[in-house]
T-cell receptor, first 118, second 111 residues
Framework: GAVVSQHPSRVICKSGTSVKIECRSL??????MFWYRQFPKQSLMLMAT?????????EQGVEKDKFLINHASLTLSTLTVTSAHPEDSSFYIC??????????????FGPGTRLTVL | DAKTTQPTSMDCAEGRAANLPCNHS???????VYWYRQIHSQGPQYIIH???NNETNEMASLIITEDRKSSTLILPHATLRDTAVYYC????????????FGAGTQVVVTP
């Protein structure tokens, strides 16, 4: 399966600052990547679909101006949390789809990034 | 609206088989059943998926009932490292990659 990395693994920042999280597909060229968020003791929630060379598609309720996604290459997508606040503290996870996003494809996940906003 | 129902938690003895049930009574004919697991503070790990036939790989076996309304994930010899939350996900043909995670089953493997 695809190997996905994220950087950093954890970050602590002050309220009001912006934080960038990188997601890399190490052995697969991904036209589509996904960003999920997971609050403590809750399940994963899809935030947005990142498309290489085009704008990301955001899920309902996710502010696109707050969570900036850039998918500049087939191996890198970045999520920037702008003007972070304590309620943005969460576990952010990216994933790569190996195929054409059909039901028969498999999605592989990165190790996640723990964001803590003070 | 959840498409799958799983028990909240299960305990399993190390070395024994762990059988994880999942109900998906509203599954459509072209929807696949996927299983992922998430060890604490890590990203989800793909385990296995299937449509209607039973599937087996190096990690687990997936048994899907003939009417496809339920399935069972079998970990043949559970180890302590199998302690995780296991997610059963029904994936529509036109999901375009969107996986809808439910609450999953917290599996604790004990010595």
């Amino acid at each position: 399966g695809a190997v996905v990395s994220q950087h950093p693994s954890r970050v602590i920042c002050k309220s009001g600052t912006s934080v960038k999280i990188e997601c890399r597909s190490l052995d697969f060229q991904a036209t589509t990547m996904f960003w999920y968020r997971q609050f403590p003791k809750q399940s994963l929630m899809l935030m947005a679909t990142s498309n290489e060379g085009s704008k990301a598609t955001y899920e309902q309720g996710v502010e696109k101006d707050k969570f900036l996604i850039n998918h500049a290459s087939l191996t890198l997508s970045t999520l920037t949390v702008t003007s972070a606040h304590p309620e943005d503290s969460s576990f952010y996870i990216c994933s790569v789809e190996t195929g054409n996003a059909l039901a028969t494809d498999t999605q592989y996940f990165g190790p996640g990034t723990r964001l803590t906003v003070l | 609206d959840a498409k799958t129902t799983q028990p909240t938690s299960m305990d399993c003895a190390e070395g024994r088989a762990a059988n994880l049930p999942c109900n998906h009574s509203t599954i459509s004919g072209n929807e696949y059943v996927y299983w992922y697991r998430q060890i604490h503070s890590q990203g989800p790990q793909y385990i296995i998926h299937g449509l209607k036939n039973n599937e087996t790989n190096e990690m687990a076996s997936l048994i899907i009932t003939e009417d496809r309304k339920s399935s069972t994930l079998i970990l043949p010899h559970a180890t302590l490292r199998d302690t995780a939350v296991y997610y059963c996900i029904v994936r529509p043909l036109d999901s375009w990659g969107k996986l809808q995670f439910g609450a999953g089953t917290q599996v604790v493997v004990t010595p």
